[in-house]
Each structure stands twice: as structure tokens, then as C-alpha cells.
């Protein structure tokens, strides 16, 4: 058996898409070989690395036993459609490939531990070559060879992952002469497909926004690609789509929407210890009100839990804070941001760029309920005003006084659970809540 892994064969001016370069690969394989394509596999890799062109996608394709089709002429092949379709014309193109005569579940463990790193950290090329080289895969690169990290780690994904929830993807392709041109699909029979298909297939549409989440705005082969949680039910509702010719489709198994990218928070020793580039899952307390600022993007500060008691009534001094942001693109997630308070506990997940957890989604775990504030007259009703530093409060016409501020209940528009940002603003991989297995309520967006 075989597995050929590729990568960065896309530019995101010209075009192009290296799912599609693994479906012309794949059918290519099935044309000149006797090779039986058993599946494809698009994997997301760490969505923080720089050089991605846009989703950080590596695809591997799953060839079945065959004589016909021994790794070297899986390699010939592949490698001349690399050769013709990627845009090296880009110079941040750097098509890799990968080919490991082996079945897809005899990944060495190295390998599928690089894999894991590739989704979670950052890695080097010659970390790459080097690993594919001790396992004598072949390999090929163009430009500096940065593809072939990619490459490797979709070949090394179905051990990596084997754990973990696999979904699909089924993307419909443009003709050829239609790339670059607007795109022609019937939104209204994509709103009523996807309500057909919800909520087992996710992220087709953001109801909110009007906005058909499916269809990408890039130049590229795509025409919509429809994801969920089983494989015939993203074709069903693929096909109930009005739309311009489909020149092909192809189903990809995926890691898509489940969150594998997230670093477990809890192994580090604070929240000072995060590093830019890697997602995280963390545990925190709101430290500071939500600011909004210039462009709309929501901010606050969390400090670690261990931190001691914070209450809206102490001033939170603590050195260890990460600030979170819900940028303007996150829609309506930010009234949910907004909602917080100082003290309520939380575990949030997201990507850490600049020192600023950008917000994918957050649990609330508990809710601030009461705020402590200045009393008020017994007498007249109104507010007390300070009696001077450390001497409580006093209502100078009537002279009633008290020693410290009081409780009020807190009208709060939040809930516990799971909250998140919409599927307009969702990151490939991110777990949407609508595919369950949260540890809390969960408040869905779709
Ligand atoms: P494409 O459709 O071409 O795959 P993309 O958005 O997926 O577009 P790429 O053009 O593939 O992005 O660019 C990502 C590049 O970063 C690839 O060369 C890939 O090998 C490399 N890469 C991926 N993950 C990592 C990582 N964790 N560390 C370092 N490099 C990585």
C-alpha cells in the first residue's frame, strides 16, 4: 500500500487549490495505474503558520493494495502533476510531496508525531526531509521545499489522529474556463439545503449574516464545499444545490471541526507562559471590563485562576494577565464578550499572536452574580458619597452611614456554558458546538 502526501501548491493570487491538485492526482493514479484511490484525506495543519496561503490545508490520498502501483510510480506520477499544476510561478509556492510505501495506518510513530507538531507547533524543513529520509520515503520539493512539511504530516495523519472524530468535506469544482470569474450558485437553494442537512452537516451557511459560508470568495477551483459530520449526507446536500456546471467533485475525509489544533493550557504554569504562534484551551478569570476599541474589536484581560479571589470589588493587580480579542469579523460573538464581567471564570480557546488569545470559542464556568456597590440611604433612597479614605460612607443630609460597600445582584445577559464565534468567522478546524461533546451547556451559532 501507498501514501502520497502533498502540499503548497497554491498562490493566493493565480489561484489554484492543492485539494485539487490531490483529486487530479488521485484520478490521474486511477487512469495510468491500476491503483484503487481508497480515500482522500485533507488535513489542516497549525492555522498560526505564516507561510499558509490561506487555510493551511496538506492533502494525502490512500492508494490500496496493488502490484501495479508500487510507491515509485505513485512518486512519477504524482510528482509530474505537481510539476503542471502548481503555480510555481509564485515564489511563495513551494510544492512538496511526500510518498511512503506503507499502509496509511503503519505510520511510524515519529512520523505521527510530527504530524501532531505540524498541527500544534512549527517545524522546519529540514526537520521534514530529514525524518522523511530516515524512514526512506521519497520525496520531492520545488522552490525552498517547504512543502514537503506539509507532505509529511498527511502522511503520517491517520495514526496521528486515528484517536480522534474524523469529518467530511465535499467539494464541488468549477469548470476550468469559469476560474476567476464570479461564481453562479442559488443562495436560496443553498439556505434550504442546509437547513435540510443541519445540524449533521455544519457551517454551510451563517443564517445571521445571510451569508452562504460554503461558497468561497477566492479565485480559486472551488465552487462550495459542504462539511459534516457523515459522508452521505454532505453529498445530499451538496446535490440539492442550484448552481453553474460542476465540472467534478470529491469527498475528503477531514480534521476539520474538531479542535485538534488547541494546546492543553493546563500543562503550563501560567497563563504568562503561552507562546505567539499555537492555539490553546485555558483556564482564567475575567480581570478587566470588555473594551471595545477603534475598528470594533472587542478586548479583556484573564488572569490566571490560581491567582486569588477576584471579585468585581478588588482591584486586580495580578502581572500574569493574557488579553483575549474578539476582532470585528466575529460578528455577534462579541456582544457574548461584551456580556463579561470581572471575576466570571472561564476556559477559552484560541490562537495566540502578539501576546492576544484571538477568541474561538469560551465556556463560562461561573458567573459573577452580585457587584459590589456604594449603599444607599435608608432615609432618603438616594446614594451615600465617601466619607474620606478608609472611613465608609455617609449621606450627608440625612447623616446615615455605613461601612463598606454592599452587594446588588448583577443583571447578567449571559449564560453558563459554551459560547462561540459564528460559522461566517469559523477557523477550519475549530470544533463547531453544534457537534457536541463539550463539557457544559452549549449556546450553538448558525
Ligand atoms: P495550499 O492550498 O497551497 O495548501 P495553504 O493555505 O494550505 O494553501 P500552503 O500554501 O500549503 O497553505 O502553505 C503552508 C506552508 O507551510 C506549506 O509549505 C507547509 O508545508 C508549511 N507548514 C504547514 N504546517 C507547518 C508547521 N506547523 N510548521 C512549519 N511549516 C508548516
Known amino acids: 500500500m501507498t501514501v502520497v502526501g502533498l502540499d503548497d501548491t497554491?498562490?493566493?493570487?493565480?489561484?489554484?487549490?492543492?485539494?485539487?491538485?490531490a483529486t487530479e492526482v488521485a484520478s490521474r493514479l486511477a487512469e495510468q495505474t491500476d491503483a484503487t484511490v481508497?480515500?482522500?484525506?485533507?488535513?489542516?495543519?497549525?492555522?498560526?503558520?505564516?507561510?499558509?496561503?490561506?487555510?493551511?490545508?496538506?492533502?494525502?490520498?490512500?492508494?490500496?493494495?496493488?502490484?501495479?502501483?508500487?510507491?515509485?510510480t505513485a512518486f512519477e506520477v504524482a510528482r509530474a502533476t505537481l510539476e503542471d499544476l502548481a503555480e510555481t510561478a509564485?515564489?511563495?509556492?513551494?510544492?512538496?510531496?511526500?510518498?511512503?510505501?506503507?499502509?496509511?495506518?503503519?505510520?511510524?510513530?515519529?512520523?505521527?508525531a510530527f504530524t501532531l507538531s505540524a498541527i500544534r507547533d512549527h517545524l522546519s524543513i529540514a526537520e521534514a526531509t530529514t525524518l522523511a529520509d530516515d524512514h526512506g520515503y521519497r520525496r520531492w520539493g520545488a522552490g525552498n521545499g517547504r512543502g514537503q512539511i506539509g507532505a509529511l504530516a498527511a502522511v503520517g495523519a491517520w495514526v496521528a489522529l486515528e484517536e480522534r472524530d474524523w469529518t467530511h468535506e465535499y467539494i464541488s469544482y468549477r469548470e476550468p474556463e469559469r476560474w476567476g470569474t464570479p461564481r453562479t450558485v442559488d443562495e436560496e437553494s443553498v439556505f434550504a439545503a442546509a437547513e435540510e442537512g443541519y445540524p449533521t452537516v455544519w457551517d454551510t451557511v451563517d443564517r445571521a449574516e445571510g451569508e452562504t459560508v460554503c461558497v468561497p470568495h477566492t479565485p480559486g477551483p472551488i465552487l462550495h464545499g459542504i462539511r459534516g459530520d457523515d459522508p452521505e449526507a454532505v453529498r445530499t446536500v451538496s446535490r440539492s444545490i442550484g448552481s453553474e456546471p460542476v465540472a467534478r467533485t470529491q469527498r475528503f475525509v477531514t480534521n476539520q471541526g474538531t479542535d485538534v489544533h488547541l494546546k492543553d493550557g493546563s500543562t503550563l504554569e501560567s497563563l504568562a507562559a503561552v507562546r505567539d504562534g499555537r492555539a490553546y484551551r485555558l483556564e482564567g478569570r475575567v480581570a478587566g471590563e470588555p473594551e471595545t476599541r477603534q475598528g470594533g474589536h472587542v478586548f479583556f484581560k484573564l488572569v490566571d485562576p490560581a491567582n486569588g479571589d477576584i471579585s468585581p470589588a478588588s482591584s486586580v493587580e495580578a502581572t500574569e494577565t493574557l488579553t483575549c480579542a474578539a476582532f470585528e469579523p466575529t460578528k455577534r460573538f462579541r456582544d457574548r464578550v461584551r456580556a463579561l464581567r470581572v471575576g466570571d471564570r472561564l476556559t477559552v480557546c484560541g490562537e495566540v499572536a502578539r501576546g492576544t488569545l484571538k477568541l474561538e470559542k469560551f465556556a463560562v464556568r461561573d458567573l459573577v452574580?452580585?457587584?459590589?456597590?456604594?449603599?444607599?440611604?435608608?432615609?432618603?433612597?438616594?446614594?451615600?458619597?465617601?466619607?474620606?479614605?478608609?472611613?465608609?460612607y455617609r449621606c450627608r443630609d440625612c447623616g446615615t452611614a455605613a461601612e463598606t460597600k454592599v452587594d446588588r445582584p448583577l443583571e447578567r445577559d449571559l449564560d453558563v456554558g459554551w459560547y462561540e464565534v459564528p460559522p461566517c468567522a469559523r477557523r477550519?478546524?475549530?470544533?463547531?458546538?453544534?457537534?457536541g461533546g463539550f463539557d457544559g451547556p452549549t449556546h450553538p451559532e448558525r
Open 10 to 21: 497554491d498562490s493566493r493570487e493565480r489561484g489554484m487549490c492543492t485539494t485539487y491538485v
Open 90 to 112: 509564485d515564489d511563495r509556492t513551494n510544492p512538496g510531496l511526500v510518498v511512503a510505501g506503507h499502509a496509511p495506518d503503519e505510520v511510524p510513530d515519529g512520523v505521527s
Open 38 to 72: 481508497e480515500r482522500l484525506l485533507l488535513v489542516r495543519l497549525n492555522p498560526a503558520v505564516e507561510h499558509k496561503t490561506r487555510g493551511n490545508a496538506a492533502l494525502a490520498i490512500h492508494l490500496g493494495h496493488d502490484q501495479e502501483c508500487d510507491p515509485e
Open 428 to 435: 477550519h478546524v475549530a470544533k463547531p458546538l453544534v457537534r
Open 369 to 392: 452574580e452580585t457587584e459590589r456597590v456604594t449603599p444607599t440611604c435608608e432615609s432618603c433612597g438616594r446614594r451615600m458619597k465617601s466619607a474620606g479614605r478608609g472611613q465608609g
